[in-house]
């Protein structure tokens, strides 16, 4: 089976790296040196490249920003590639490049076959492509979430389908609890809202007003309120256009414009522009009999009444008392009625929502509790396997009598679920607390593995876990930093001896100080500082033959040219051959 392969990394100006190129290959690699010439940065150059947190501290002191690039070679059709490629990204002949740059700021950039991605999607990438477990992970290992996610992990769809269903209903418990909280918590507040809304609809409903009466009634009022001025005006502009019938001498403008007429249409035939003027003025006669005609009709229709008046003054004050609460004018109250009675309707139908919303919280916690039984049941299942495989590897790293095991239990809790005949507590991923314990030698109680585990058992249990893992969920390359912290001597062979194990079916990486682990490495790496305390191209190197002899001598005994730690070193490379 063709898997990935991480190539190469070029690290730029992180930590005490200058500019330096680590080649890697398939099989077991080994990073090798002295205490702080920089061969974690390795470690933290993948997990940056992979979407790790960016920290401007890792920038070199006088660099502008720090870069990492990779190169990693992927099959075709692989998920990663899948991903990239809607991303707009391109390979290179079938290799995947990544970049990161982090500025002294504290700014990230990140691309992917040339083309300008978010963090995010390269710590999607790492999902299928690397696993790097460094000190941190094994302190993460010592968290009781971390455990019941490796468990669930290892389980695969024995748990996923399950928690998927348990998930489901859970998001819908929480959504249904949440609107239930808000409605039951401001009942008073809703009594109130609609207590107001009834008195305004009350108020409105009592008024009973239309629209555009406000308009109509403030004309009205107008015109009422001046009833005498306006009947005097029309009078007097009657009596100048048809005469007034009590002056019978007097001069009109109807009289006026009539002569005007006549003497034109006495000589129009003799002209014709004179005769066009004679039937405007003709026209204008007709116009200022129909103006004095509508004049005479509109004082005689004009109402004075003071009680009309007095009455549309009290309509108005009505509306005008709307107005003030309820909108800027009678169609806005109106609207705020319209919109006030939906309102109301809502609110009184609280109360059957409040039913409808226990009714189907009770069913839902009913369900949820069936759930996480399916869930502690597949657990437990799963947890036997898992802890025998781990047992099983812990004897291939020199702790032959140790046993691991799962303690899967529940809280109780009066405002949980029920399971099993008990109301316990429950959260997104179920009801169990899921603890990884240890018993490191017979006769000895199994303990948590915070309380019972030494830093060398730790790391073992860690690599032993991801070995497991390797065989049920693999990936195609492991970085290991330090995961032999804290151990030695023959514990320290038999790491070394799982690694190797592990590197037949993918790529391992390991940042390691015992010359034991580094023997059984298929290639090693050399990360040296030159006399100013950086690392540059020069000084990470493939280290062959003598000098990686001279390298395991440095690492055994801290004296390169020591023959006693020659010969160790040799043993153990011929120990190591001999087991490949």
């Known amino acids: 089976m063709v898997m990935s392969v991480l190539e190469e990394m070029r690290i730029r100006s992180l930590g005490v790296i200058d500019d330096a190129v680590v080649e890697l290959s398939p099989g077991f690699t080994a990073v090798t040196g002295e205490t702080g010439a920089g061969k974690t940065m390795v470690v933290t150059s993948l997990g940056l490249l992979m979407g790790g947190r960016a920290d401007a501290a890792l920038v070199r002191i006088g660099a502008k920003n720090a870069v990492v690039e990779g190169r990693i070679s992927v099959p075709d059709g692989a998920s990663a590639v899948v991903r990239a490629e809607e991303a707009g990204a391109e390979l290179d002949d079938g290799t995947l490049l990544i970049s990161r740059t982090v500025s002294a700021e504290g700014r990230s950039r990140a691309h992917l076959g040339g083309r300008s991605v978010p963090v995010g999607l390269l710590a999607e990438l790492a999902d299928d492509l690397v696993a790097v477990h460094g000190q941190t992970d094994q302190q993460g290992l010592l968290k009781l979430s971390r455990q019941r996610q490796a468990l669930d992990r290892y389980a695969g769809d024995a748990v996923a389908v399950p928690l998927a269903k348990y998930s489901g209903a859970y998001r819908r418990l929480r959504a249904i609890t949440t609107e239930l909280d808000q409605i039951t918590t401001r009942a008073r507040e809703r009594a109130q809202e609609a207590d107001m809304l009834r008195f305004g609809l009350d108020e409105i409903a009592g008024v009973e007003p239309r629209a555009g009466e406000d308009v109509e009634l403030a ?189 899967i239990r529940q809280t109780e809790d009066p405002e949980g679920v029920e399971v099993g005949g008990r109301a316990v507590s429950y959260g997104p991923a179920g009801c169990d607390e899921v603890e990884l314990l240890l018993a490191p030698h017979p006769g000895a109680p199994p303990r948590p593995i915070a309380k019972g585990a030494s830093g060398g058992e730790l790391s073992r249990v860690m690599l032993a876990v991801e070995v497991v893992f390797a065989g049920t969920d693999p990936v195609p390359t492991y970085l290991f930093d330090e995961v032999d912290a804290g151990v030695g001597g023959k514990a320290a062979v038999e790491i070394g001896r799982r690694l190797a194990k592990l590197a037949r079916s993918a790529q391992v990486v390991v940042v390691t100080h015992l010359p034991q682990v580094a023997a059984f490495a298929d290639r090693q790496l050399l990360v040296e500082k030159t006399n100013d305390g950086s690392v540059t191209r020069s000084g990470v190197k493939v280290l062959e033959g003598e000098e990686r002899i001279r390298e395991l001598s440095r690492m055994l005994a801290g004296q390169e040219d020591s023959e006693t730690a020659r010969a160790h070193a040799e043993e153990l490379l011929a120990t190591a051959r001999a087991d490949g």
């Open 219 to 407: 004309a009205e009022a107008e015109r009422l309120g001046h009833a005498e001025a306006l009947a005097s005006a029309a009078t007097v502009a009657h009596a100048a256009l048809a005469g007034n019938p009590e002056d019978p001498e007097g001069i009109d403008a109807t009289t006026l414009v009539a002569g005007a007429h006549r003497a034109l249409e006495a000589v129009r035939s003799h002209d014709a522009a004179l005769g066009g003027l004679a039937g405007r003025i003709g026209e204008i006669g007709i116009l200022l009999g129909d103006v004095a005609g509508e004049l005479a009709g509109y004082a005689d229709d004009l109402d004075a009444d003071p009680l009309r008046l007095a009455a549309v003054e009290e309509r108005r004050a009505a509306l005008t008392a709307l107005t003030r609460k309820y909108g800027e004018d009678v169609g806005a109250v109106l609207t705020w009625a319209e919109q006030s009675a939906a309102r109301l309707l809502e609110l009184d139908g609280d109360d059957d929502r409040i039913g409808e919303l226990t009714a189907e919280r009770d069913a839902l916690r009913a369900e949820l509790g069936g759930l996480a039984q399916a869930l502690t049941d597949a657990r437990t299942e799963a947890a036997e396997r898992f802890a025998a495989a781990v047992t099983a590897e812990l004897a291939s790293l020199a702790m032959p009598h140790a046993r691991v095991s799962f303690e």
